[in-house]
């Protein structure tokens, strides 16, 4: 079950970035469950892991070959196996696979970041990986970000990707992103796995710069379930092969840059939601008129956590008491009730405390009933707004996570 | 659903507190839905409110009654409808029902306290329950506290009580509680409805500390759902009729009492967990060796909430990495994850950063097969331990709450 049509992908392919896809029969057999991908010499890369302290053992060794290279010329992925909670030995699994692709492609093994995704705890099938690389390298191609973006892929009912073409002084410049992840889904973190490259030139510095900021309004503004995995990754790499440069000094270019990243960051880290376990519904939640940005994150989570929430969002139930409970609870130092405000869409729903006086349960119903449903909260005391996005708690939810590995 | 069997309530009365349970109609026309518990002149009267911001109107109104009339005379509860998100009115409507009470009972209105418990947002059917008041009172008997428990009940599927008779000095004394609630059950609160009262002699101030602290071991360690409760409160009565009086002077009579207080208290609380809406498990989580209860809380709370754990829980799968996953993401500072152990019931499952070595599937599987589970986490860098009990994620929980109001 997914929120909304599924769309059909356009993902441009980006000069210098190549991926490959194989079948290594991780979990199941036939399935294609191992991605490569090239990153052209000269290229920038900048990352976001998770926050999660028991984080994968690719993620602490993607961590130690980025600090001792940080050009890496090969990401290699495989889902169907987390590779979390493994302890030495998956420390040392997710090296030999590094190892053997750094062997066949002759760069050193601090060149290749790994990356795993799947079922905790169980040990990686290292051989399966290995013997399925060769496969892999041999498809690399500019244009297999769709088939990549199906190779990610764990409960996704449906592949992830977004690309956008921009042009600059008659050079065209493309920024292209495929994103996995529909459980275990919220922010401190990077997101579940994200993988955005571009042709632009973009020194290292300020690409992590860029990457850091768009993931803080993108991955890390979406939550399914409040999980966040030990797995999160979220890469952006610049390869300069369209010849066009981003930096300060062109501030209008710049500009363009980063709200072409942002919408295809914020498409796929929405995808994620929309493709959420169990997701019915697709659910904007903005707090407006806060004194921080923590106090409006807060309201915001709490209301997007709340169990009682989620599930009358899948029954379609403008059950308001719930979300005002919320408000309530989110722990907001002195709040004054009376002064706050909150929106069921375009229907005022609570004010001065209580129902607002305007609210007929039709109005409510007539919100609810929609697959995309937006909630504001106006706490009236300052002037900052955040937005995360979040889904539905359906029968499906549970349903999916009691029979994961069943 | 609940977990394990209903046990049949031997409720002691307890001198100088009566109650009175009649029919209003509130919500369901002969349902037994007001409760009045007339308490003796002279008697010494203990209270925990919810931390909820938005709290309900009942709960405004109490607080105001008790800051200018420390010794209140009668509690008047009803079900069906939390009169809260009810604003302006809200008060109005549950002082008119304590005046109602107080003309009838010629006491001053500040002597009674209103609790409302239901469905938030609705106005009080306030001509329904003055209609009700003269068979509640007219009901008033020592002996009715099974009856008061039903009559407390909302989406509860069973009622919940206990009762302890302790004796000194030849002179026996009781301490009997009745609690309510299923949903909409979290910590930073008192619980949603406790009501325990005894015959012993405590001094007000006494009884204020003993409630607060025994509250912290039992209401606020308990969470169904996350959801802190507009309504919540806890009450605690000592008529003092029956002539034993606990001071500090007598430290061994006053750790006797407060130590069945524990049991009375811990045991209504739990009953609520047992409870829980759709729970088919009753969850003890306790985080030892941690610096600090606030770490302890914060790694117990993040398992007992984890919507992934729940649902492995109501699988009965043990999908230990959900939980080491949760203890990664509790926001911890500078853990070593490498020094944590984690156990389910007797099992060692994780150690050295990943599963135990002697950790076998079907020892987990036989764990994660009963109906009482206790997980133990252990930090291994501090002298303190916590412990919260929690239930599992069910279809029945989504199907509960997704159809409640319907």
Request: net charge negative; aromatic share 6%; charged share 20%.
């Amino acid at each position: 079950m997914a929120v909304g049509a599924e769309k059909s992908l356009k993902l441009n392919p980006v000069k210098g970035f190549r991926l490959g896809i194989a079948s290594a029969g991780i979990k199941k057999p036939g399935r294609r469950d191992l991605v490569v991908m090239q990153i052209a010499e000269g290229s920038s890369v900048a990352s976001v892991f998770t926050r999660n302290q028991f984080c994968a053992a690719p993620v602490v060794l993607a961590k130690q070959h980025l600090a001792t290279q940080s050009q890496p010329r090969y990401f290699l992925v495989n889902t169907g196996n987390a590779n979390a909670g493994t302890g030495q030995q998956g420390l040392q699994d997710a090296k030999r696979c590094c190892e053997a692709l750094a062997a066949k492609t002759q760069i050193s093994v601090e060149s290749v970041l790994p990356y795993s995704t799947g079922v905790i705890g169980e040990p990686l099938p290292v051989e399966k990986i290995l013997a399925a690389l060769d496969d892999a390298i041999e498809d690399l191609d500019e244009n297999h970000w769709l088939e990549a973006s199906y190779g990610i892929m764990t409960t996704d009912t449906r592949p992830k990707g977004h690309s956008v073409v921009l042009e600059h002084q008659g050079k065209p410049f493309t920024i292209t992103g495929i994103s996995k992840g529909s459980g275990m889904i919220m922010p401190n973190m990077a997101t579940m796995l994200g993988y955005v490259a571009t042709d632009a030139q973009v020194d290292p510095a300020l690409l992590q710069t860029l990457l850091s900021q768009v993931n803080e309004q993108s991955f890390n503004r979406i939550t399914v379930d409040g999980d966040t995995s030990t797995n999160d990754a979220c890469m952006l790499v610049a390869t300069g092969q369209s010849g066009v440069s981003i930096n300060p000094d062109d501030s209008e270019l710049l500009d363009r840059f980063v709200s072409a990243l942002r919408e295809v960051m914020l498409e796929i880290a929405q995808a994620i939601v929309k493709d959420g376990e169990g997701a019915t519904k697709f659910v904007e939640i903005r707090v407006d008129h806060a004194t921080t940005s923590q106090e409006a994150l807060d309201v915001a989570y709490t209301i997007a956590h709340s169990p009682l929430v989620k599930t009358a969002l899948f029954a379609s139930d403008p059950n308001w008491g719930r979300i005002l409970a919320c408000v309530g609870r989110a722990g907001v130092a002195n709040l004054d009730v009376n002064a706050v405000t909150i929106w069921l869409g375009d229907v005022m729903i609570v004010e001065q405390g209580g129902r607002a006086s305007s609210y007929t349960e039709e109005q409510g119903q007539a919100v609810m009933d929609q697959e995309e449903i937006r909630i504001v909260v106006s706490l009236n005391r300052g002037q900052v707004s955040e937005t995360v996005w979040t889904t539905d708690l359906s029968h499906d939810y549970v349903k999916i996570n009691a029979e994961y590995r069943s």
